[in-house]
């Protein structure tokens, strides 16, 4: 059964810092790039980042650059994702999704978590 779980979210006010976390299993093995997407009330699902096996290719969506950071420990098969500095347009449900290689769009994923809430407070 494939799984990508989410945690990590909650309640932060403006300027904090949170890390969310995805863990992933029974995932084949082709599907090892992972990404991270974010809905904000009202708005479409936006790309955040994303990472390949390795951690040798990473992107991030110009909005969250310099301030979130993807990582991975492939050994607990769970992605990362730091975010400091947040502000009350980072408040958004999180989705972690799993593709083969890193890519911004959406269509691309094949895998999705259930999300986790963040939300930033003034």
């Known amino acids: 059964q494939v799984q990508l779980v989410e945690s990590g979210g909650g309640l932060v006010q403006a300027g904090g810092s949170l890390r969310l976390s995805c863990a992933s299993s029974?995932?084949?093995?082709?599907?090892?790039?992972r990404g991270w997407f974010r809905q904000a009330p009202g708005k479409e699902r936006e790309f955040v980042a994303t990472?390949?096996?390795?951690?040798?290719?990473?992107d991030y969506a110009d909005s969250v650059k310099g301030r979130f950071t993807i990582s991975r420990d492939n050994a607990k098969n769970t992605v990362y994702l730091q975010m400091n500095g947040l502000t009350l347009e980072d408040t958004a449900v999180y989705y972690c999704?799993?593709?083969?290689?890193?890519?911004?769009?959406?269509?691309?994923?094949?895998?999705w978590g259930q999300g986790t809430q963040v939300t930033v407070s003034s």
């Open positions: 990472i390949n096996r390795s951690g040798s290719i990473i």
């Open positions: 029974g995932l084949p093995f082709i599907m090892h790039a």
């Open positions: 999704a799993a593709t083969t290689t890193p890519a911004r769009a959406e269509t691309r994923y094949h895998y």
